[in-house]
């Protein structure tokens, strides 16, 4: 049989109201809202919408394109791990909040470690947290003050500045666009806390964890009541305050043609959501516990690029 008739038959055999949930899986990876599935299930039995045009009017919106994005991303991480790839130079489009950024930076660092922490899990982009158990860890799991369901991933609820593990549980920390709102004022999120304690939590993180790679907004220092910016030398202090050696990162600024690498960054005017929908810049790094022979590896690294610095 010619295989595109058999692609007909099998899609004209499906029934509508199953049809319809493939598509919104398979193009939003979301089930439709139970009016939009009624409605659709039944435009499609009446023959008043098309399969394609149902496929179609999916793809060809905003949410997809937000859905491609965070799938390239993920995508392009899986091959620059087998490449050995430290990616830099990364894109995103206009209009994009930082997640296709921040998400391949930092899974694109990981090299096989068999003990993964995930701090702040519970709100993670779901092709994010798909991604990490796609890692193939022997142990993943995922701290936060809330809980969720994540097959593959064992959930603990505490706190990052008082962690539940003991001393180097971990061998690599991910911690994207999170330690910022540590004390900060969660309602949006449903959860409550004591505030304060940032500094305190990333230095939890040095106890707990071996390598941290870790995302945070950058710009304008500020606290913004639900989280706080600072500029890229105001998080490095922190960084290196808390016992860390800043053995990579990179600035990230959005700017008319989308996220672009920001080498020469200047903070002065750059501020949360003035350019779209979430952070205007942020910063990238990868941090190790600053031990000899951290400090050796990384003037080596630095020696090896020309770098003095």
């Known amino acids: ?19 319809v949930r493939r598509l919104y899986r398979l193009a939003l990876r979301r089930d439709p809202e139970p009016d939009v599935l009624a409605a659709a299930t039944t435009r499609i039995a009446d023959s008043t919408l098309s399969r394609a045009a149902l496929l179609g009017d999916l793809v060809g919106g905003d949410e997809f394109a937000r859905v491609r994005l965070l799938d ?26 930082e997640r296709p950024i921040e998400i391949p930076w930092c899974l694109a660092r990981y090299r096989g470690e068999p003990r993964v922490l995930d701090v702040g899990y519970a709100y993670a982009e779901p092709a994010y947290l798909a991604a990490l158990v796609g890692l193939g860890a022997t142990e993943l799991v995922g701290v936060d ?28 920390v991910f911690c994207i666009s999170t330690i910022e709102h540590v004390g900060a004022d969660n309602e949006r999120y449903g959860l409550d806390a004591a505030p304060g304690g940032l500094d305190e939590g990333l230095r939890e993180l040095r106890r707990a964890g071996g390598r941290i790679l870790v995302t945070v907004p950058c710009g304008e220092p500020g606290d913004h009541g639900w989280f706080v910016q600072d500029d890229a030398d105001g998080w490095r202090k922190r960084f290196r305050d808390a016992g860390f050696l800043v053995f990579e990162d990179e600035v990230y600024e959005l700017g008319a043609e ?31 516990p600053r031990t000899a022979g951290a400090v050796l590896r990384d003037r080596m690294r630095r020696l090896r690029h020309g770098s003095r610095e």
């Not at 609820?157 to 539940?164: E, N, Q």
């Open 1 to 19: 049989m010619d295989p595109r008739l058999s692609a007909e038959l099998e899609l004209a055999a499906e029934p509508p109201e199953e049809l």
């Open 72 to 97: 390239d991303a993920v995508s392009f991480a899986a091959w620059a791990r087998r490449a050995g790839e430290r990616s830099r130079e990364l894109r995103a489009p206009p209009g994009s909040d």
């Open 145 to 172: 003050l809330a809980e969720a369901e994540v097959p593959g991933l064992r959930p603990v609820v505490g706190d990052v500045r008082s962690l539940p593990f003991p001393d180097g549980a971990f061998d690599v």
């Open 258 to 288: 989308g996220w672009r690498a920001a080498p020469a960054f200047d903070p002065a005017g750059v501020r949360y959501g003035e350019r779209g929908p979430g952070a205007s810049a942020v910063l990238c790094a990868e941090l190790h």
